[in-house]
Nanobody, 124 residues
Framework: QVRLVESGGGQVRSGGSLRLTCTGS????????VLWFRQAPGKGREQVSC????????SSPDSVKGRFTISRDNTKNTLYLQMNSLKPEDTAVYYC?????????????????WGRGTQVTVSS
């Protein structure tokens, strides 16, 4: 059974750091593109970071570039999101997702598994 389980969320002050973890089971995380998304109250889901299979490429939007880093530990079948210099606008539920392919095409329809999310709250 394929599962993705996020953890590591919490409440921090502006400027603080958190590391989110997404643990996969039932499949090998390194063989697929995996992504972090977030959804703030009343807003749509936003892609935060993406890493291709075998760690061949990663990308992040300008809103988090230089502050968030995606990484993967294949020995633990785990995906991480290191978040530094957090801002109140980073407050959201953060989700990890797995693609059916090695690279993310940009189409949400190719994401076949999602975790249930972990809450991140940044206070000013």
């Amino acid at each position: 059974q394929v599962r993705l389980v996020e953890s590591g969320g919490g409440q921090v002050r502006s400027g603080g750091s958190l590391r989110l973890t997404c643990t996969g089971s039932g499949f090998s995380l390194e063989d697929y593109a995996v992504l972090w998304f977030r959804q703030a109250p009343g807003k749509g889901r936003e892609q935060v970071s993406c890493i291709a299979s075998k760690n061949r490429a990663s990308s992040s939007p300008d809103s988090v570039k230089g502050r968030f880093t995606i990484s993967r530990d294949n020995t633990k079948n785990t995906l991480y999101l290191q978040m530094n210099s957090l801002k109140p606008e980073d407050t959201a539920v953060y989700y990890c997702a797995k693609d059916v392919e090695e690279y993310f095409s940009g189409r949400l329809t190719t994401l076949n598994y999602w975790g249930r999310g972990t809450q991140v709250t940044v206070s000013s």
